[in-house]
C-alpha cells in the first residue's frame, strides 16, 4: 500500500517570499491533517480535514497560511508571506475516518526561511 | 503549562538496559494515548498505543495512570536500533477526538 505522498521535500526560500506543499494521502483516507513540527518540539496540528470539509483550523495563522482540499484527496498548504519562524518541517499525515483512528505520516517538507 | 510534557533528554543508556520514560498531560476528558516514535529527520511513526490496563509489545510496557494522568513507556534490553525520539501523544479535547497533541519527545541514545 502506497503512503502519504508530500512533495516538495525541501525547500529553501526568503522572507516574504510565498510557499506551496502538496500532499496525497493514502488511498480511502477520509481525514487529512498538516502539522508544523519545529526543531526540537513536537509535531503541532494545524489543520484537518473530513474529507473536504474543514474539522480544526484553531491553531492556523489564517493571516498568512491557508489549506485546501477541494476534492476530498489531494490537499496543498500555502504561506504567504513567509516569516523566519516559519522555518519547519510541514508533516502531512492521514487517517480513515477521523477520530482516535491511526494517523500515517508522509515524510514532510522541510522549509528554510531567510 | 504545555498540554502533554515530557523530558528531552538525552537519555544515553547501554545496550541491553532498561530505560523507562515518563509524560503528563493537563486534559482530564482524553481517551486516547500513544507511543510514537521518530527518527532523525524522518516522520513519526505508532509505535503503540497505551491501554488502561497497559500493554506490551515484545520489549515494549506502555502503562496509563488516568488519576495521575501519567504515562509511562519502558523499553527492556535495549539495542542500537532503539535510538530514537519518543514522543508521547494524546487525543485532544472532546468534540474533535481526531485532534492529536504531541509532547516535544525524549531522546534516547542506545551505545555499543
Known amino acids: 500500500e502506497a503512503g502519504v505522498a508530500q512533495s516538495p521535500r525541501y525547500k529553501i526560500i526568503e522572507k516574504r517570499q510565498s510557499v506551496a506543499f502538496w500532499c496525497n494521502p493514502i488511498?480511502?483516507?477520509?481525514?487529512l491533517y498538516w502539522y508544523q513540527q519545529i526543531l526540537g518540539q513536537g509535531p503541532k496540528l494545524l489543520i484537518q480535514?473530513?474529507?473536504?470539509?474543514?474539522?480544526?483550523d484553531s491553531q492556523l495563522p489564517k493571516d498568512r497560511f491557508s489549506a485546501e482540499r477541494l476534492k476530498g484527496v489531494d490537499s496543498t498548504l500555502k504561506i504567504q508571506p513567509a516569516k523566519l519562524e516559519d522555518s519547519a518541517v510541514y508533516l502531512c499525515?492521514?487517517?480513515?475516518?477521523?477520530?482516535?483512528?491511526?494517523?500515517?505520516f508522509g515524510p514532510g517538507t522541510r522549509l528554510t526561511v531567510l | 503549562r504545555k498540554e502533554v510534557e515530557q523530558d528531552p533528554g538525552p537519555f544515553n543508556v547501554p545496550e541491553g538496559a532498561t530505560v523507562a520514560f515518563n509524560c503528563t498531560y493537563s486534559?482530564?476528558?482524553?481517551?486516547?494515548f500513544f507511543w510514537y516514535r521518530q527518527d532523525c529527520r524522518k516522520e513519526p511513526k505508532l509505535l503503540m498505543s497505551?491501554?488502561?490496563s497497559g500493554n506490551e509489545d515484545g520489549r515494549f510496557t506502555a502503562q496509563l495512570n488516568r488519576a495521575s494522568q501519567y504515562i509511562s513507556l519502558l523499553i527492556r534490553d535495549s539495542k542500537l536500533s532503539d535510538s530514537a525520539t519518543y514522543l508521547c501523544?494524546?487525543?485532544?479535547?472532546?468534540?474533535?477526538?481526531?485532534?492529536?497533541?504531541f509532547g516535544q519527545g525524549t531522546t534516547l541514545q542506545v551505545k555499543p
Open positions: 488511498s480511502g483516507h477520509a481525514t
Open positions: 499525515a492521514s487517517s480513515l475516518a477521523g477520530g482516535p483512528d491511526t494517523q500515517y
Open positions: 480535514f473530513q474529507n473536504n470539509g474543514v474539522v480544526d
Open positions: 497505551v491501554y488502561s
Open positions: 501523544v494524546v487525543n485532544g479535547r472532546s468534540g474533535n477526538t481526531g485532534k492529536l497533541i
Open positions: 486534559n482530564s476528558a482524553s481517551q486516547s
